[in-house]
């Protein structure tokens, strides 16, 4: 419907965060990744932590280290010593070189560099890609699916045009948005695979993030698709995205080498999840396997156990604009109000929307959403869910207060069943503490 | 901006009393660890509680660093409010100077704070914004001090950030105001930042001592208790290294005598509150320290009985950074630990020698970052447990190795005596845990003898 934005000039505690930290997240997708930030220490120290933070394990990051004199004289210098650093002391798989803010205000040509780079050293075998990712555009969201969309098109430049391709129907690119988590991934690939596909997660936080005893030391990423299932993921015969920020790179596929793709833009709740197990039921011919049918059920009731306690509630939620979208669809089903739905910057699918969205930060949300009973958004909103004494229930990114947070599902049907459940229960015991103080009081 | 402080670059001292030992090595791309100075800038400055912490730059500097330090406040909490100018293309193309001007007005117009910080940043460093000038003419159309903070990350490391945001609080800050004719003046604290509520414990053992804490330089800060800093009688350098540049010009300003002192470990403590009443040349105050440090030490070792039956000979390595990395030994001595392996990695000469002092000659240094390094340490050593800072705790975590959170995001307070205590708990709990032996047997069926073969 709309998209507006409150008149301010300082952006008062923000939710959106630095692109380049969406790309250092999709690399931890891959196994043997990474990551390289151009820029300075700063830019990947801050990614690194705030990261860690949230998933509790560690994140693989490096960085071209730039000083000042390296920015104004040869930024690049940095760049090819930190690649031969990394290269020859831990031989990666695949590197992804994220430029920043910095680099893109000085005008550093780093695109040709690794061009020039790659042919000189006859890099081959592995997969080195650039993505330019300045933070004054975009968030997390952006920064992700545009590194997933450079990690494609560099696949497609090392295999996909030599020769022909050989089609696998029964086999799947699945590209997961940045808002979901590791357990999400899991769920999705469970879901699809059930109907008798193979899946490739492209990238594959759920195998890398969601909590592995691996010993033996090593800073590149432990887990996540290996360089050759991804090489293989362009036999696909079919991709399907999760997110509408995944339509790009979806579309990259079908452009180049011709892979149809279908867009999920919602992955939250009955509705959303009944397109998905139709559409896979439809193209593969098999039955909707019976767990799902059961979950379903278990949902509904569910819900209905909940509505109650869902009846004349409102919500606000602040969150990126894919996830923002999901959770909206979701909490049309539980028959709340929505009395405010804020998100980081401007999407094609936000735009689109029937509902009014604020394009602002958590200051925005806490005028806007003066008086609702339930906040949705990352941690940072814990402060102010406490000033307008709303409920605080925490999703996105980062969410540190909460434990196992990134092992959460919220999709499918056991995703939309786990939310309702939590938020009922968080009004539930809002009510009780609000009952407690009154009779306290008098 | 200057030309930016090229004195910074040729800088021999990177903090240290006798400006001889190494210069502030250069990070090295592709194995750098470790923040900006925009970072260490923050760390210093935004324990200020009642004060307006603006960054003026695009948004992820702001965006990724705000709320991650675990700096207490015992009222005021704007500074845990995040505000940046959030810059975009265009501001970048037309300069961002009016944004800034903006967003001060707004932040004071709508927040009322004592005063604003404002932060420079790389982009708006690198695009040569005139953010002095932009400031003081705030400050003088607003009628509040509105202070430039010049540390964009890319001159250097946290620890120039530090000693960057202690030159503003010089220039700007201390020598402005002065305290109410009645206040009891006393010593101030450089480089505490109440994180965990540190400063707390600290404040209630000075105060039982008769000792006044005249400024918290910074934490759980007032902005207008550092105005009159100046007034104080002695200056007690605590745990950074990086703001002993500001003690020291203090010295030669105002005459202030300083100390460095740490209180980790009961014996640095009660070192520390003798030399404050020593430095105020108070011989009355004396006594009464002495009187309390005895007490207090007796109940302590009182306390610490059981876990010192249970912590003695067991081996740790220490990972954490300049002051603490020497201080943090006495402690665990104390506790019957024995540090083998120690990082030195942002020691000065003088923090290395007081490791030396405090440490036996088959502790091994690890002078570099790196996990591995650590790791490597931790296994050839045999040690039990692990201490060190946030950022590798999940690295100890895969390796099952115990681990303590020593640094800045850590929730436990472990200075003074209290402190002591906490930590000699901390450590039993951790190494007690039943994780590390569960963790480490194998699932039965992996036990099982192999199936026969049919
Ligand atoms: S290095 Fe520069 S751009 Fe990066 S976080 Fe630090 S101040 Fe910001």
Redesign the interface.
Known sequence: MTVNRRKKPASVNPMKIGQSLGAVLALQGCYRAMPLIHGSQGCSAFPKALLTRHFREPIAVQTSALQEMDVIFDANRNLEEALNLVLSKHRPDIIGIIGTELTDVAGVDYQNMLKTYKRERNMRGGLAFSVVLPDFRGSLESGFSSTVESMIDEMIQQVGHRGQRSMNTRQITLLPGSFLTPADVMELKELISSFGFEVIALPDISTSLSGHLLTGFSPLTRGGVPLDSMLQSLQSGLTIAVGGSMERPARRLHNAIGTPYKVFEGAMGLKATDELLHFLHQISGEPVPLRYCWQRENLLDSMLDAHFQFAGMSVLAALEPDHLYSVSGWLEELGVEQKALITSFETPLIAGMEREVWVGDLDDAEVLGKGADLWISNSHGIAGAQRIGAAFMPAGFPVWNELGAYMSVSVGYRGAMEWSNKAGNLLMQREADSRESSVRHR | MDP?RQDE?DSQACGSIAPKAKPCP??????????????GAQITLLPIMDAAH?VHG???????????RGTLSSGP?LS??????????S??IFGGEK?LK??I???AGRFAPPAIFVYST??T???GQDMDAVCKEAADRIGIPVIPVNS??????KNLGNRLAGDALLQYVIGTGEPEPETDLGVNLIGEYNIAGEMWDIEKLMNSAGIAVTSRITGDARYKEITWAHRARVNMVVCSRALLGLAKEMESRYGIPYFEGSFYGAKETTYSLRQMAYLMNDREMERRVDRLTEREEARLSQELRPYRKLLRGKRAVLYTGGVKSWSVISALKELGVQVVGVGTNKSTEDDVRRIADRVGDDTEYIPEG???RI?KTVRERKADIMIAG??N???A????IPFIDINQ?RHKAYAGYEGLLRLAKELTYSLANPIWKL?ASPAPWDKEAPPYDR
């Not at chain 2, 975590?397 to 099952?400: A, G, T, W």
């Open positions: 930016l670059f250069r990070p090295k791309p592709g194995e750098a660890a470790g923040g900006c100075s925009f970072d603006l695009p948004i992820a500097c702001a965006g990724n660093s705000w709320e991650s909490s845990q409010y995040g505000f940046a100018t959030d810059l975009t293309d501001d970048i944004k903006d967003s007005d707004y932040i790389c982009v460093a690198l695009i964009p990350g890319f001159v250097g490391s790196g996990a591995s790791i946030g950022r705790m999940y690295v975590m895969k390796e099952q995001e963790a």
